[in-house]
């Protein structure tokens, strides 16, 4: 799972310094980077759901993972639409 995080926030971070040296040409990398925290987030959900304790006492982190991929999902496909479409 650790090298799942480190793969995907560094693919974030290489888009966002590239979106952040050139926002003019380079603002359709934003969906990128939002579809990628979504991601990223959904996978810690997924993790922290195979790897609860038997008596499922730490609900909480699992309902703020899922909340914020679904958030960062929403936002990335809006402006998908927005910026393709």
Not at 2 to 30: C, G, M
Not at 43 to 72: C, E, M, N, T, W
């Amino acid at each position: 799972m650790d090298v799942f995080h480190v793969a995907v926030s560094a693919a974030v971070v290489v888009l966002f310094i590239i979106t952040a040296v050139n926002f003019d040409n380079n603002r359709r990398l934003l969906p990128f980077i939002m579809l990628g925290v979504a991601v990223m987030n959904g996978g810690d959900a997924i993790y922290q759901i195979q790897h609860l304790p038997h008596g499922r006492k730490r609900l909480g982190g699992v309902f703020l993972s899922i909340g914020l991929s679904i958030l960062f999902l929403m936002i990335g496909l809006f402006m998908w639409i927005v910026y393709f479409w």
